[in-house]
């Protein structure tokens, strides 16, 4: 799952949300509601089918496979508070899902490339692994090489936008993020039902 290639529309149309922002992805949304394939029609989806399909947003949009889904389905049981929404939370919390928060990215699988290339540094240090859990007091910062930073510096420049982040603040002239606190329920950007993952998780 994080390292899905095929076609991103297909997903979006499947699954009824705009979980892969490519241009192409977000339009075959729009243009067609019906899912893939030939004549079909969305039909009522059983329970099973309907957590199954929950399920797999959270896997699309954040890139996880079902080995690290389990892990942090794990770790938020463990956690006080609603389980569904501690999951989401520590999605919420991945380098990758960060950078793309600021704007330093325009897609989560773009965001995910460059972490794993080793673009960005964490308090001074290489980072290479999407899945890396930020910290209050964390600083992310562009790597700095000449190509890597007038990479980035043109990213901004044409206008690519962050989907807000109230607990990370942005240096757009030094491209730093600086970690300020956690991420809360209203943070999540991601439509989903994360109780009925949970059940489906706990079977």
Request: hydrophobic share 35%.
């Amino acid at each position: 799952m994080a390292r899905y290639t095929g076609p991103k529309g297909r997903i979006n149309r499947r699954l009824q949300a705009l979980i892969y922002e490519d241009n192409g992805a977000a339009k075959a949304l729009d243009k067609r509601q019906q899912p893939p394939g030939m004549h079909t029609r969305f039909r009522r989806p059983s329970n099973y089918g309907a957590a199954l399909m929950e399920k797999q947003k959270i896997k699309h949009f954040y890139g996880l496979g079902e080995r690290q889904l389990r892990r942090y389905f794990e770790k938020a049981t463990r956690q006080k508070g609603n389980t569904g929404e501690n999951l989401l939370l520590l999605c919420e919390q991945r380098l990758d899902n960060v950078i793309r928060k600021v704007g330093l990215a325009k897609t989560r699988p773009q965001a995910r490339q460059g972490v794993a290339h080793g673009h960005f540094l964490v308090n001074g240090q290489k980072v290479d692994r999407p899945s890396f859990m930020v910290r209050i007091g964390d600083v992310i910062s562009v790597r700095p090489r000449k190509n890597v930073l007038q990479m980035y510096q043109k990213v901004r420049e044409i206008g690519v936008e962050g989907e807000g982040c109230e607990w990370v603040g942005f240096d757009n002239d030094k491209l730093t993020a600086t970690v300020q606190g956690k991420p809360s329920g209203s943070d999540i950007s991601l439509p989903v039902d994360a109780n009925t993952v949970v059940e489906f998780l706990s079977r």
